[in-house]
């Protein structure tokens, strides 16, 4: 099993701001949420080993989740970069954003990268792992677009359907086998209120 869990708040969350490539550690709200994950993945699985990216948030909510003494470093696994539009208001520039990458999912904002981009780094992310979780679970610590995009890798989809994902902070999904077939066992699952 791959379980991924959504970093926990933090203040640029609670802001209701893009984070992309920011580095922000977690607020009180994400430390519970990072707590509470943690004793749900726990009460279900052995995790045998723990993926994080370089950024803080992901660290700490390994680290709360009580899965941090040693992660694995994979920056395959980092936010996608939105570039200029970094630390903006979600308000404000989602509707600009979402139709660049409607019109064309090849767009790069201005120091930033693509969905396709994203998805190929996160798909060999998910490669290399599906390969090391035959019989073992490994538990990645991410953000909310890559997870996304592994949602789509495990359905075999194409990067504009992660346009069409939503994923909560501090939620937990999964990608498994079931009969031989990789599918989407769980997706966006809340564990604290």
């Known amino acids: 099993m791959l379980i991924l869990l959504r970093h926990g708040r933090t203040p640029s969350n609670e802001q209701d701001r893009l984070q ?29 080993e723990v993926v994080t990216s370089s950024l803080i948030r992901t660290r700490e909510t390994a680290e709360f989740a009580g899965f941090g003494s040693d992660p694995v470093i994979d920056d395959r696994w980092r936010e996608i970069d939105f570039g200029r539009y970094d630390r903006r208001r ?50 990645v610590v991410s953000h909310a677009t890559p997870i996304k995009a592994a949602a789509v890798w495990a359905m075999g989809g194409t990067p504009s359907m992660i346009l069409n994902l939503s994923l909560n902070i501090g939620t937990v999904s999964v990608i498994g086998h079931y009969h031989g077939m990789l599918v989407l066992k769980e997706f966006n699952r809340r564990v604290l209120g």
């Open 90 to 139: 979600i308000g404000e520039v989602i509707q600009e954003l979402a139709a660049a990458w409607s019109a064309d999912i090849h767009f790069e904002p201005t120091g930033g990268e693509s969905m396709v981009k994203l998805h190929e780094r996160v798909a060999s992310a998910c490669g290399e792992l599906e390969e090391r979780a035959r019989g073992r679970n490994i538990l």
């Open 20 to 48: 992309g490539q920011h580095d922000a550690p977690l607020d009180e709200v994400g430390r519970n949420q990072a707590a509470a994950a943690g004793d749900y993945i726990r009460s279900r699985w052995k995790i045998d």
